[in-house]
């Protein structure tokens, strides 16, 4: 199986001080679900950042490794030029235009080539995955709820015709029967596209319903990987991620505080 | 009637001028402090096109209009591109600091002296007679319809348009609109452009009423409060804010003193501030959910 994603020992500051990643290794295989675990500031979200490029504003830079795209070298490349190779990511926060309907926030992306009947077409598609916005499409998207934003944040990011679809925290903040329906729309998307697809998730449980591989990132480092069904009977995993395991989370807890605390004296 | 004529006319400079303010600060959320002189420099450049190129006004507004997008393209690649991704208040303090470098420019090639450009033009600024008691000049009434064709057309082209859907996306959320491909240097600068000519077609209209010298910059400053009482990111709020500060600027110079002009756009917006700070149909700034 071929990767359509590789990113081999990436580092990337904050203001040209603050660390944020110590060489993360992670692939994507084309054609799948890949998952990206972690707790909070372990490094997720700039993972995926660096990989669909920083803007200035962010005042981030990678400072030592690669990423390499389809087989083509992308380090570093910035926005708009990572959508143009085909990778959308879907924000974690402020991901949909609050002041635009639904319709106009899936069409204030599309490109200039899908005009007309096409766009038609491409509108109806992400309307097909996604019933509910279909109901919606004449409401700002302002007025939606989180569930229904991160629906339409998806049906906007694929309007733009990914090849590569990095979803930040799929799950967070939303109620447990809505992310059933989000992965459940996402597995349809998935099996009539094919779409590779980088996951970053605080949840184990969503992440294992739909990637078939994932990554567990801690500190700003991969400190394991596997498929899912490894992953799932991996001690670890369960202890930190799934909440199942007692001794473990007590460990993690306490180690959490204690580093707080020396954080703090500093 | 005359003073609702007079009320109309007062209400059309403004918004078109406010518009400006709008456009920019929408899609950027840059103040731009030099629209006065944007303004006052479309103005000029009819001047200059009458007297270098041209005597027939209709081609000399033409060629001014044209020049006035080239300017405002150059603001935004020359100067105002540099500041995106910086701090607002870099940005809004360059275009103070260009604000005054095209003042002194334009005293520097045009002399502080004061120009009738109707009379360089041959443009017979007539007064018109609408019914027995009201009569507006030429000009103004040309300001009243260009002020509705303008907002026409800039409403129509932010809702309906891709690109203006695209300029409304940007100056809601920056960051997305950058993730899902839209450039947000063409957004700019169509934003400073439009809003450049809009001001230049304010400026010749102006100058075309009475006398043009650069000290008429302060009617950019004068319908800025039109836009902030109407909220800055509100295209129909200037207008309704243009309405509010005109009819009270001309009641007052009517009922009271005249000295008072140019103090009321001030006193509204000192009391539209106390009151409602985002304007009457802004979007209240938010603070972000963590």
Redo the contacts between chains.
């Keep these: 199986m071929t990767d359509i994603l590789e990113i081999t020992d990436l580092e990337v500051t904050y203001q040209r001080s603050i660390l944020a990643l110590h060489g993360v290794n992670l692939r994507v295989a084309k054609g799948q679900i890949t998952s990206l675990l972690g707790a909070n500031g372990a490094g997720k979200s700039t993972t995926l950042r660096a990989i ?1 490029g920083f ?3 962010d005042n981030a830079r990678v400072n030592a490794g690669r990423v390499r795209f389809l087989g083509e070298d992308i380090t570093g490349l910035q ?2 030029r990572t ?2 190779k085909g990778i ?2 879907v ?1 974690e ?8 309907t639904v319709a ?2 899936l ?6 080539r899908e005009e007309g009947s096409k766009w038609q077409q491409i509108e109806e598609e992400i309307f097909v995955y996604f019933p509910r916005l279909a109901k919606l499409r004449n409401k700002p998207a302002g007025l939606l709820s989180g569930g229904e934003r991160q629906m339409l944040a998806i049906g ?2 694929l309007v ?1 015709r990914p090849q590569l679809l990095l979803i930040d925290e799929l799950s967070l903040g939303l109620a447990p029967v809505i992310v059933d329906e989000i992965i459940e729309r996402l597995r349809e998307v998935h099996a009539k596209t094919e779409l590779s697809m980088l996951l970053v998730e605080q949840s184990a449980a969503v992440a294992f319903a739909l990637a078939s591989y994932g990554f567990v990132l801690e500190n700003g480092k991969v400190e394991l990987e596997g498929a899912t069904e490894d992953l799932r009977s991996n001690q670890k995993v369960l202890d930190l991620y799934l909440g199942t395991g007692s001794t473990g989370r007590a460990d993690y807890l306490a180690n959490a505080r204690r580093r707080f605390e020396e954080r703090a004296n500093v | 009637m005359q003073i609702v004529a007079n009320i109309i006319v007062l209400t059309s400079l403004y918004a078109l001028v406010a518009s400006g303010y709008v456009l920019v600060y929408k899609v950027s959320r840059v103040l731009n402090l030099a629209h006065g002189e944007l303004m006052i420099l479309g103005a000029y450049l009819l001047v200059a096109t009458s007297a270098g190129i041209t005597s027939d006004p209709l081609i000399a507004i033409a060629l001014t209009a044209v020049f006035s997008i080239i300017v405002g393209l150059s603001v935004y690649l020359l100067l105002m591109r540099e500041m ?2 910086q701090p607002v208040l870099a940005a809004v303090l360059t275009t103070v600091a260009l604000g005054i470098l095209l003042r002194g420019a334009m005293v520097l090639i045009w002399g502080p002296q004061q120009l009738n450009v109707a009379s360089m033009l041959s443009f017979e600024n007539a007064s018109v007679v609408l019914t027995d008691s009201i009569r507006v000049s030429t000009a103004s009434l040309w300001l009243v319809i260009c002020t509705v064709v303008v907002y026409l057309g800039l409403l129509a082209f932010l809702h309906m348009s ?1 690109w203006g ?2 300029m ?2 940007s ?3 920056p ?9 947000l240097h063409t957004v700019y600068a169509l934003a400073w452009t439009l809003s450049t000519f809009s001001g230049s077609i304010a400026g010749v209209l102006v100058a075309l009423d009475s006398r043009l010298d650069v000290n008429m910059a302060v009617i950019g400053l004068k319908a800025f409060p039109a836009a902030l009482v109407g909220g800055l990111d509100s295209l129909h709020g200037a207008l309704i804010g243009a309405g509010v500060i005109a009819v009270l600027e001309v009641l007052l110079i009517h009922y009271v003193n005249p000295l008072l002009s140019d103090v009321v756009p001030f006193l509204v917006l000192i009391a539209i501030l106390i009151v409602r700070p985002w304007g009457l149909f802004g ?1 209240k700034e938010e603070l ?2 963590v």
Aim: glycine share 10%.
């Design positions: 669909s803007i200035g504003l926005l708009p959508i143009h959308v990511l924000p926060r402020d991901k949909v235009f609050t002041n635009l106009e926030n069409e204030v992306v599309a490109t200039s906007g990011a733009c | 995106t991704g891709r859907m695209r409304r996306a100056g809601q959320n960051l997305l609109a950058a993730q899902r491909g839209i450039n979007t972000n959910r």
